[in-house]
């Protein structure tokens, strides 16, 4: 998922793990952010309560105080994994998994990269990145020489936040659905439930090159597909969902193909696929999906990674 260059979080979720990735630009050099990272007195300005050993092996605890009664107050506890100043700082948490600050200077001052590896279930998903949202705005005024105030601190900065990271989620999850919807109908060899989420304008370029262009004119296509030809069908991954202005967002997949009466996929017929979508009237519709080879010239390596990712799914769902 990628929610635009706002300064906002994405969230690429795998394996059952949740990679939340933030990036920002400071107005201060990196030994200045980097005592914001690491000095406990500063870090209790903009994120917690801290404990920490300045070295790599060395124990850290950071206790949340933007909570109204204590035994509501989250506590984080590991040991810091990196420690390189001013560049790279990394913790190991048994709450927020794996959290990673990498500076770099920029003519102007510091780029922030900040990550977070972890387990989040996905009900959490949307509250944790409104909540390193906030903690990294706070970091930013904090450089300035701000202290949130802990003890009237209120979430109503953070709804702010909750309810957009809420909006652009929603957003792609249902342009995830639009391609969801393409692959079944496909796999149902059914033309009208192939073609029925596309614009009335929508076009679908096929592994061919082959260009269908209008809702109804691709379902009568893919009709014809479907009674001439025993059809192989769909495993998928979606690689990168992004919007990428107002109403409009673009999907990246894998897919590969399993022919009529076989148990694995062929890889000479692995896909790329990209979904680009539009929202008319508050409902998403795809304006162009597009199949591209998998062909990975001279990197035969990648083409069998692809070829095992998608049979490791394929055997997940028989």
């Known amino acids: 998922m990628d929610t635009g260059d706002t300064g906002d979080g994405t969230a690429d979720q795998r394996g059952g793990r949740t990679l939340l990735r933030f990036e920002r630009r400071l107005r201060h050099p990196p030994e200045r952010v980097w005592r914001a990272l690491t000095d406990p007195a500063e870090l209790s300005a903009w994120l917690a309560e801290a404990v920490l050993e300045p070295a790599a092996g060395g124990a850290f605890e950071l206790r949340w105080l933007n909570a109204g009664d204590a035994a509501e107050q989250t506590t984080a506890r590991g040991t810091v994994t990196a420690f390189d100043p001013p560049r790279l700082l990394e913790?190991?948490?048994?709450?927020?998994?794996?959290?990673?600050?990498?500076?770099?200077?920029?003519?102007?001052?510091?780029?922030?990269?900040?990550?977070?590896?972890?387990?989040?279930?996905?009900?959490?998903?949307?509250?944790?990145?409104?909540?390193?949202?906030?903690?990294?705005?706070?970091?930013?005024?904090?450089?300035?020489?701000?202290?949130?105030?802990?003890?009237?601190?209120?979430?109503?900065?953070?709804?702010?936040?909750?309810?957009?990271?809420?909006?652009?989620?929603?957003?792609?999850?249902?342009?995830?659905?639009?391609?969801?919807?393409?692959?079944?109908?496909?796999?149902?060899?059914?033309?009208?439930?192939?073609?029925?989420?596309?614009?009335?304008?929508?076009?679908?370029?096929?592994?061919?090159?082959?260009?269908?262009?209008?809702?109804?004119?691709?379902?009568?296509?893919?009709?014809?597909?479907?009674?001439?030809?025993?059809?192989?069908?769909?495993?998928?991954?979606?690689?990168?969902?992004?919007?990428?202005?107002?109403?409009?967002?673009?999907?990246?997949?894998?897919a590969g193909m399993v022919p009529p009466g076989a148990a694995d996929v062929a890889p000479a017929a692995n896909a790329v696929q990209t979904l680009t979508a539009s929202q008319l009237m508050g409902e998403w519709k795809v304006a162009l999906f597009q199949n591209t080879p998998a062909a990975y010239h001279g990197r035969p390596e990648e083409a069998e990674a692809l070829t095992a990712e998608l049979r490791a799914i394929l055997h997940e769902h028989t």
């Open 91 to 254: 913790l190991d948490s048994d709450v927020h998994g794996v959290l990673r600050w990498e500076l770099s200077p920029i003519p102007d001052g510091t780029r922030l990269v900040f990550t977070s590896d972890v387990r989040l279930p996905g009900e959490y998903l949307v509250q944790t990145l409104a909540g390193w949202h906030l903690h990294l705005d706070y970091l930013a005024e904090a450089l300035d020489g701000a202290r949130v105030d802990w003890a009237n601190w209120t979430t109503a900065r953070w709804q702010v936040h909750h309810d957009r990271y809420a909006a652009r989620l929603g957003a792609l999850d249902a342009v995830r659905a639009l391609h969801r919807r393409i692959l079944d109908g496909w796999n149902a060899r059914d033309g009208a439930a192939f073609a029925a989420p596309f614009r009335d304008d929508g076009e679908t370029i096929g592994f061919d090159g082959s260009l269908h262009a209008g809702r109804e004119r691709i379902a009568a296509q893919m009709d014809r597909i479907f009674a001439d030809h025993e059809t192989a069908r769909y495993v998928a991954a979606v690689r990168d969902v992004r919007l990428i202005a107002p109403g409009a967002a673009v999907l990246r997949a894998v």
